[in-house]
Each structure stands twice: as C-alpha cells, then as structure tokens.
Nanobody, 126 residues
Framework: QVQVVESGGGLVQAGGSLRLSCTAS????????MTWFRQAPGKEREGVSF????????YYADSVKGRFNISRDNAKNTLYLQMNSLRAEDTAMYYC???????????????????WGQGTQVTVSS
C-alpha cells in the first residue's frame, strides 16, 4: 500500500524560511517523478515545483522561482522543498504528489499524479 506523508509546515513570518519534506513508502521511489502542489482557501490548486526521478530536471512556478528549491534523496525515499523569502501569498496547504516517470503531460497536471499526501499547512504572517 502506497503512503505519502508530508511534514515541515508551520507558521512563519514573512521573509522567513521553511523546509517541507515528503516521504513515500510502498513504491519504488526512483520510478516516480514528483511535484509539490499547493492550494490556498478559495483558490485553485497550483503546481509549485517538479523534480524528475533522477533529480536532473526541475521546474518551478514563476511565483516561486529564485525563492524555492526542490530536491530529493532517493536513498531515503524523501522529497524536499526549501522555501525561502516566504510571502503572505505563499500561505496554503502544500501537497506532494507522485507519478511514474515518462509522462508526456505537463509537470503541473494534477490529474496525471497517482499518489498524494494529506498535505501540510504553511502559514506566512505579514
């Protein structure tokens, strides 16, 4: 049974940093490419950042470029999102999602992701 669990969210002041983690079990982690999504109240879910199975391809939403960094440790079945210079508009529930490598779909196409975590809340106070 596949389990995906996010952690690391919390309350932080604007300008601060947080590091999110996502651990997956019940799957061969390096068979999967990963995306962080987020959803704020009243807004649509959006893709934040993507990393390929080997970690050699990464993408970011324009809104987080230069501030967020995605990485993975396949030996630990863990995905990370380092978030710096946080802004109030980064406040959202953050989810990690997994899909098998080789998809031809956009990296932020949520419908193509098979496994999702429950999310971790990030709140940035201004």
């Amino acid at each position: 049974q596949v389990q995906v669990v996010e952690s690391g969210g919390g309350l932080v002041q604007a300008g601060g940093s947080l590091r999110l983690s996502c651990t997956a079990s019940g799957l061969t982690f390096d068979d999967y490419e990963m995306t962080w999504f987020r959803q704020a109240p009243g807004k649509e879910r959006e893709g934040v950042s993507f990393i390929s199975w080997a970690g050699n391809n990464v993408y970011y939403a324009d809104s987080v470029k230069g501030r967020f960094n995605i990485s993975r440790d396949n030996a630990k079945n863990t995905l990370y999102l380092q978030m710096n210079s946080l802004r109030a508009e980064d406040t959202a529930m953050y989810y990690c999602a997994a899909r098998r490598w080789g998809s031809k779909s956009w990296w932020h196409d949520a419908k193509t992701f098979d496994h999702w975590g429950q999310g971790t809340q990030v709140t940035v106070s201004s």
